[in-house]
């Protein structure tokens, strides 16, 4: 897999790239500043942009604007917002109205640094890699549809948008998989989305019901 990453850190910028080389994820391009991440993706056309949310050159969300224009200019770059700030209006207007090849995950929640270069390459692959609590920011925009779910739904809906399995959200919220069927089903019941959708389709049902 080739990577840009852009973040104007270098401590971090260089971290990143150790760790990514490191798993055999090669680094194709860096870049310190918004305008810098979409040159380097249009000139080495990688298969993932990993880049920071704000960036220079005001440092606001420079970094979320240059995500957004290499999914348009580029659609088959996956890219994925990697930041230490919370903000679900942001991680809404990511997603756009294409649920794939996209993540948003946060600095400070990455302990394994395995595990997020799987992250990385399932993006990479087509799929979606959402923080729990960006997800839950997302909701906070969905004032009717969170007043139809507890908050045990929510936790559950943030693992499904995860792209877990029902065996994995079991593990993770401590009950059981039946459990997590009979709240599944009760979340696509609130949300409105077809109960015979498969595995797959149902992490892209969530996504595309919390952009739409």
Known sequence: ???????????????????????GIEVVACAADADEVVAASART?????????RMPPTRTDDGLRAAQRIRAEQPDTAVVVLSHHVNGQYATELLGERATAVG?????????????????????DGGVALDPEVVTAMLA???DAV???????REVLALIAQGRSNAGI???LGF??????????????ALRIAPD????????????????
């Open 45 to 53: 056309r990688p298969d993932l942009v990993l880049t920071d949310l």
């Open 170 to 172: 079991a593990r993770a």
């Open 1 to 23: 897999m080739r990577v840009v990453i852009g973040e104007d850190e270098v401590l971090l910028r260089e971290g990143l790239t150790m760790v990514l080389q490191r798993e």
């Open 176 to 189: 059981s998989e039946k459990s997590v069927v009979a709240h599944t089903s009760g979340i696509y019941d």
């Open 197 to 212: 959708v498969d595995d797959h389709r149902r992490v892209l049902a969530v996504v595309r019901y919390l952009t739409r």
């Open 147 to 153: 007043e139809q779910l507890s908050a045990r739904r």
């Open 141 to 143: 925009h969905r004032d």
């Open 104 to 124: 948003y995950l946060l600095k400070q929640r990455i302990a394994d640094t395995a595990g997020f270069c799987r992250e990385l390459r399932r993006v990479a």
